[in-house]
């Protein structure tokens, strides 16, 4: 089955406690994104990468790093959270190729940061 | 001005109804536009996309785009309480073409 996995579904951690959200793909998908999800403020681009070793910023990039080794891996790594990153998080992918631009979503790491 | 805007409602239609959800965008060279579904408490799902001025239909569902007006719509027909979610405009090309901006969603509600 195609799909985008994300794990931790669910975590609640400390402040200042390195986190890492896992995101794999099965799709051979080229394009990787995270976005976090926050009420009145929609979907927001966090990291992209358009291949493996290709990554640029979104558009709230700040307190996250992403790698990308592999084509079907894209951890999103919290260095040091704070009770701002709480949020929900969403791992999407794209075969850009296509033309479509279309996004596969993984179900979203809802993260508390206390 | 937020780049990609919509209304987030709720917007309430009966069943059976058209259900009229809007979106404006900011960047003109926008080139690409989406529009996403989300269940509460699940995460979105693409719809349509449309790339070229005037209507694209499929189903139910018709996109239609105005980029003189930077204006794209999602009409449902025959509205169904299943229709009841969170309706997302996604752009890209606002920003770079790997860039896809998101709107805010609007929320509709198909009243039995």
């Known amino acids: 089955e195609a799909q985008v996995t994300q794990n931790p579904r669910y975590l609640i951690t400390v402040t200042g406690k390195k986190l890492t959200v896992t995101c794999s793909q099965n799709m051979n998908h080229e394009y990787m994104s995270w976005y976090r999800q926050d009420p009145g403020l929609g979907l927001r681009q966090i990291y992209y990468?358009?291949?493996?070793?290709?990554?640029d910023k979104g558009d709230v990039p700040e307190g996250y790093k992403v790698s990308r080794k592999e084509k079907r891996n894209f951890p999103l790594i919290l260095e040091s959270p704070s009770p701002n990153q709480t949020s929900l998080y969403f791992c999407?992918?794209?075969?850009?190729?296509?033309?479509?631009?279309?996004?596969?979503f993984g179900e979203g790491s809802r993260l508390t940061v206390l | 001005q937020k780049e990609v805007e919509q209304n987030s409602g709720p917007l309430s239609v009966p069943e059976g109804a058209i259900a009229s959800l809007n979106c404006t965008y900011s960047?003109?060279?926008?080139?690409?536009f989406f529009w996403y579904r989300q269940y509460s408490g699940k995460s979105p799902e693409l719809i349509m996309f449309?790339?070229?001025?005037g209507d694209k239909e499929d189903g139910r569902f018709t996109a239609q785009l105005n980029k003189a007006s930077q204006y794209v719509s999602l009409l449902i027909r025959d509205s169904q309480p299943s229709d009841s979610a969170t309706y997302l405009c996604a752009v890209n090309g606002a920003g770079g073409y790997q860039k896809v901006t998101f709107g805010t969603g609007t929320k509709l509600q198909v009243i039995p």
């Open positions: 449309i790339y070229s001025n």
């Open positions: 999407a992918s794209s075969l850009w190729s296509s033309g479509t631009g279309e996004l596969f």
């Open positions: 990468s358009m291949n493996v070793e290709v990554t």
């Open positions: 960047d003109r060279g926008s080139q690409s």
